[in-house]
């Protein structure tokens, strides 16, 4: 399939015509025209100038050809000049003849309504029925009748409807434009101690790239020289800056704020986190939600349902009813214009293109527009422990000290390990800045711990199996009951007689998590539930500490995905996890949701992805599309309610031509501006409560 960006579409329901006349061509079945992202995807057998004809009949074109102006600028001229024209006839219906006032009104009509007219006149010739269609059988009649004014108010209106329908949706395209302008587009390489300027396209996986303060890491490498602070919130959202030194991870779009790196690129920038982020934005804004396929099979069988209605208006009050026919066709013609599907169509894309937009700003990439739709739903949020809830990594919780020399023994040990439980007891030692001894003949048992000499005397660390020899006190029984049932990893240090000591070693939970969890609970989330494999006391701890629903502990990979099955019985639900170990539970939810700071399987695991590596944003983003959710009810409540009331009017015959373009215009631009309203950012004093 090719891509082009195509300019000039005038609404949605004409995107999905123009769509469907492509299809019929040879090699067409699986063309797609997405008016959200401007882009038209065909086959490369298909004539090209067959589909720029098609195009060319709705006044849209392929942007390469660069031959148009600016459609919206366009538009707006063209309304302009019909409303004064309109003005002009408005006077010379009061001052001149009126043959030169009819004249005007049919001008400001031609100039504003022109383009629907000729579209509409070939769409009846092919017996092909859309707001083209109606709007030009409505002229039609109108002019017909003598409704020489109220004609060219509806052609005048209908232009700016379509203005200001192109002027939302351009404005939600922007948004998500904005988001990948964060790309740079040229890097400064280091060849033999030179400096050259290439495409960032040019740039390949050992390059070794110059970033100066202020500008942009072309893509993802490790620091191979320098010092400085990085804004990484195109990747993250997260706004404050990052300290970066030697061999720390970098990714490209992030912002140098000071100094010079020197970074090693370790993927061509195609391959890179950003890339990727910014492949998906542009792929999540052109999937189809349930609700818009709806609306789409609904509008499909609206418009010839109201064309039925339409007759029905036309014809029965005069045979039946003693009405006469000018005023019958009068209001069956103001029916033909309440029945624009515009606002229907649009009840939807706005507002989807403006919450992914809106998330990903946040460093939240929702990978499609149904995925948003199903975040707004989701009842059940079930969270992976490791690297979720908990930071993933060891850390000494609690400790008991029997002899002074506790902490110098278990250091000199453990300090050549780089076992991850010796890598958290070194970090607490640096802490207490202890004095460490030398060590020798260090043997390690699998299974047990460690034995070394210190000082000709032999000690050992590791688990209780390495104090079998002991007789131990009351109080050193007490301790590692308490631990154990704290669920703590026990350490102990002792020697040919006694324990000298104890640490008791957790997986440290992340400062979030607590807060995170009591927003999730105030957003609407009804049971937060973790899933692991560390047993049950460890669970225990966790989950009351974070404040969970509930708890399974003990699980295999192959039981998580059992009871995710289960938990999604019982409604909408969401599983949590870092997109590599969880990768089978996250597909079993209705929902997955990946933790990984930019990770190659965490972006191509799940359908929603926390690029920070933390829960925090989390709340917002399920915040966000609720309200995604509840707009697009209120839209659709909006376009068929407006529609409603006006069809109403035809029963006391008080519809007019001006009441039926005013319901139909109030309609589109009261979904676009209130689809709008989902990226304003606002200060939410629920947000700031918890996040304090």
């Known amino acids: 399939m090719i891509q082009y960006r195509v300019k000039g579409l005038s609404c949605a329901n004409c995107a999905k015509n123009l769509e469907e006349e492509i299809q019929k061509l040879e090699y067409g079945e699986n063309a797609k025209l997405n008016f959200q992202s401007s882009k038209l995807y065909v086959n490369e057998e298909i004539n090209i100038a067959k589909v720029k004809k098609i195009l060319a009949s709705d006044g849209a074109y392929i942007e390469e050809e660069n031959k148009h102006e600016d459609t919206h600028s366009y538009l707006l001229w063209l309304v302009l000049l019909s409303v004064l024209a309109f003005i002009a006839a408005v006077v010379f219906e009061k001052t001149l003849s009126q043959s030169a006032a009819v004249t005007m009104y049919i001008i400001a009509t031609v100039i504003s309504g022109y383009k629907t007219f000729l579209k509409g006149a070939k769409n009846l010739v092919r017996l092909k029925f859309n707001i083209d269609t109606l709007m030009t059988i409505a002229l039609i009649g109108a002019f017909g009748i003598g409704e020489w004014k109220e004609g060219a108010v509806v052609a005048i209106l209908f232009g700016v409807n379509e203005y200001l329908e192109g002027l939302g949706m351009e404005k939600a395209r922007r948004s998500i434009e904005s988001l990948l302008e964060v790309a740079p587009n040229e890097a400064t390489i280091v060849i033999d101690g030179q400096e050259k300027k290439v495409s960032i396209h040019d740039i390949k996986a050992g390059d070794i790239v110059l970033v100066k303060a202020g500008e942009k890491i072309p893509s993802d490498g490790i620091v191979v020289e320098g010092k400085s602070s990085v804004n990484e919130a195109a990747i993250t959202g997260e706004s404050l800056p990052v300290e970066k030194e030697a061999k720390d991870e970098v990714f490209g779009g992030s912002i140098n704020n000071e100094g010079i790196l020197k970074v090693r690129i370790t993927k061509p920038y195609?391959?890179?986190?950003?890339?990727?982020?910014?492949?998906?934005?542009?792929?999540?804004?052109?999937?189809?939600?349930?609700?818009?396929?709806?609306?789409?099979?609904?509008?499909?069988?609206?418009?010839?349902?109201?064309?039925?209605?339409?007759?029905v208006v036309i014809f029965i009050p005069p045979l039946f009813l003693g009405v006469d026919w000018r005023t019958s066709l009068y209001q069956g013609l103001a029916v033909l214009i309440v029945g624009c599907p515009c606002a229907l169509v649009l009840s939807s894309p706005i507002a989807i293109v403006s919450g992914i937009t809106r998330n990903a700003r946040k460093g939240i990439l929702v990978k499609g527009g149904v995925y948003l739709e199903q975040l707004g739903k989701i009842g059940i949020i079930a969270f992976d422990k490791t690297g979720t809830l908990t930071k993933g990594e060891p850390y000494v919780e609690k400790f008991v000290e029997y002899d002074p020399s506790f902490w110098s023994i278990i250091g000199s040990i453990e300090k050549s390990s780089t076992h991850p439980i010796a890598k958290a007891i070194m970090k607490k030692i640096d802490e207490l800045n202890v004095s460490l001894l030398e060590a020798r003949s260090v043997v390690a048992t699998s299974g047990e711990g460690i034995k070394a000499e210190i000082d000709g005397k032999e000690y050992r660390v590791?688990?209780?199996k390495t104090i079998q020899h002991l007789s131990l006190s009351e109080n050193v029984k007490e301790d590692i009951k308490a631990f154990k049932q704290e669920g703590l990893t026990i350490v102990l240090v002792s020697d040919d007689k006694n324990v000298l000591g104890m640490v008791g070693i957790a997986d440290e939970i992340r400062q979030e998590s607590s807060q995170v969890i009591r927003m999730l609970h105030r957003t609407g989330v009804k049971r937060t539930v973790m899933l692991t494999g560390d047993h049950e006391k460890t669970a225990e701890k966790v989950a009351k500490k974070v404040g969970l629903s509930e708890y399974f502990a003990n699980l295999l990979p192959e039981e998580k995905v059992e009871k995710?099955?289960?938990?999604?019985?019982?409604?909408?639900?969401?599983?949590?996890?870092?997109?590599?170990?969880?990768?089978?539970?996250?597909?079993?939810?209705?929902?997955?949701?990946?933790?990984?700071?930019?990770?190659?399987?965490?972006?191509?695991?799940?359908?929603?992805?926390?690029?920070q590596d933390h829960l925090g944003k989390l709340p917002e983003a399920i915040s966000t599309a609720k309200k995604v959710n509840r707009i697009i009810k209120l839209n659709i409540g909006i376009a068929l309610g407006l529609k409603a009331a006006a069809l109403l009017l035809t029963i006391p015959g008080w519809l007019t031509l001006w009441i039926a373009i005013l319901s139909d215009m109030g309609a589109t631009v009261l979904v676009t501006l209130i689809s709008l309203t989902i990226l304003w950012e606002r200060n939410k004093k629920l947000l700031n409560e918890a996040f304090s």
């Open 270 to 311: 195609e391959e890179s986190s950003l890339a990727k982020i910014l492949h998906l934005v542009e792929e999540a804004q052109e999937t189809k939600t349930p609700t818009e396929q709806f609306i789409n099979k609904f509008a499909k069988y609206y418009t010839p349902l109201i064309m039925l209605i339409s007759l």
């Open 462 to 464: 590791g688990n209780e």
């Open 564 to 611: 995710v099955k289960e938990l999604s019985l019982s409604g909408k639900t969401a599983m949590i996890g870092d997109g590599i170990n969880d990768a089978p539970a996250l597909a079993a939810a209705d929902l997955g949701i990946a933790m990984g700071k930019g990770t190659d399987s965490a972006i191509e695991t799940a359908d929603i992805v926390l690029m």
